[in-house]
Nanobody, 118 residues
Framework: QVQLVESGGGLVQAGGSLRLSCAAS????????MAWYRQAPGKQRERVAL???????VYADFVKGRFTISTNNAANTVYLEMPNLKPEDTAVYYC????????????WGKGTLVTISS
């Protein structure tokens, strides 16, 4: 069973910064990629950024050049650096992992709330 533990959400003013972390745990864990999604009130969940185990990254257009996704592969941990936050970044942010071992599957964290005040 794969477990994901997220941290780092909170309330900040516009222009502020947050760093989200997500640690994945499980036996014989082999990861294809890790990603961050977000879901704002009344909106569908959308992917923010994704990073493959080899380091290739993919960003949504609305955060490209602003947010940075990174990993500590040895610790199966993914980070999302979010500087210059805007009120429209307010959402619940979810960590997601696609595993290859011990089985192929997608796993989700419970989410961490990010609130940006204007």
């Amino acid at each position: 069973q794969v477990q994901l533990v997220e941290s780092g959400g909170g309330l900040v003013q516009a222009g502020g910064s947050l760093r989200l972390s997500c640690a994945a745990s499980g036996s014989d864990l082999g990861i294809n990629y890790m990603a961050w999604y977000r879901q704002a009130p009344g909106k569908q969940r959308e992917r923010v950024a994704l990073i493959f185990s080899g380091g290739i990254t993919v960003y949504a257009d609305f955060v490209k050049g602003r947010f940075t996704i990174s990993t500590n592969n040895a610790a199966n941990t993914v980070y999302l650096e979010m500087p210059n936050l805007k009120p429209e970044d307010t959402a619940v942010y979810y960590c997601m992992v696609q595993t290859m071992t011990p089985n192929v599957g997608d796993y989700w964290g419970k989410g961490t709330l990010v609130t940006i005040s204007s």
